[in-house]
């Protein structure tokens, strides 16, 4: 079956660091992928998102992504978190010709102190 | 102005109830979705409907039926309530299901089952 697997459950970074939130799926054909993020209370909102061409993506709020088609992976990076910053983070992967349903990964918890 | 809206925001009732949530989009999007987001935070398909016809059905208890009266609206209904299906219920909503489409969530609707 297919899965979508992010490498850690809960990261506590200071203000200024670097961040990088692992993400791999498992599934040989043809995917989109998307990062989503869950401020506290809120909706999921779209980070960013990959369908085709420059496998280094740019989202918003200084996020960026690479897919590496070899790895199976897509990680997100930010090379300074803020305070605001703090959130819930989903990798997620729509499967081409099942309809369009998302899978997501188990959501990596952000927490960056100030 | 709220891209995809959903009431309630919170529902708090019994075992053995029946209850509705209700969904509405004012995207002109084809395809909805609901998703189920579980205590730890994990979300799962649960249905999609493109231009009222359901097209994904995730192996979800017969206690739960989606009903489209108009694209522009997707409702979940739900018999005889259970603990277990206490859980944040987000609806979402795309331009299309197969193509290179971003999916816009829903602020959740948070059922708690006593």
């Known amino acids: 079956a297919q899965s979508v697997s992010q490498h850690n459950h809960h990261v506590i970074l200071s203000e200024a660091a670097s961040l990088e939130l692992g993400c791999n799926y498992s599934?040989?054909?043809?995917?989109?992928l998307f990062w989503y993020v869950q401020y506290p209370g809120q909706h999921l909102q779209l980070l960013l998102k990959?369908?085709?061409?420059?496998?280094l993506v740019k989202g918003i709020k200084g996020f960026e992504a690479e897919f590496i088609k070899s790895k199976f992976s897509f990680n997100l990076r930010k090379p300074s978190v803020q305070w605001s910053d703090t959130a819930e983070y989903f990798c997620?992967?729509?499967?081409?010709?099942?309809?369009?349903?998302?899978?997501f990964g188990q959501g990596t918890e952000l927490s960056v102190k100030p | 102005d709220t891209a995809v809206s959903q009431t309630p925001k919170y529902l708090v009732t019994q075992m053995g109830n029946d209850k509705s949530i209700k969904c509405e989009q004012n995207?002109?999007?084809?395809?909805m979705y609901w998703y189920k987001q579980d205590s730890k935070k994990f979300l799962k398909i649960m249905f999609s409907?493109?231009?009222?016809?359901?097209?994904i059905n995730e192996t979800v208890p017969n206690r739960f039926s989606p009903k489209s009266p108009d694209k522009a609206h997707l409702n979940l209904h739900i018999n005889s309530l259970e603990l277990g299906d206490s859980a944040v219920y987000f609806c979402?909503?795309?331009?299309?299901?197969?193509?290179?489409?971003?999916?816009?969530f829903g602020p959740g609707t948070r059922l708690t089952v006593t």
């Open positions: 979402a909503s795309s331009p299309g299901g197969a193509g290179t489409y971003e999916q816009y």
């Open positions: 599934y040989g054909g043809t995917v989109n």
């Open positions: 990959y369908f085709s061409g420059d496998p």
């Open positions: 997620a992967v729509k499967i081409y010709n099942q309809g369009g349903k998302l899978i």
């Open positions: 995207l002109g999007h084809d395809t």
């Open positions: 409907y493109n231009n009222k016809e359901l097209i």
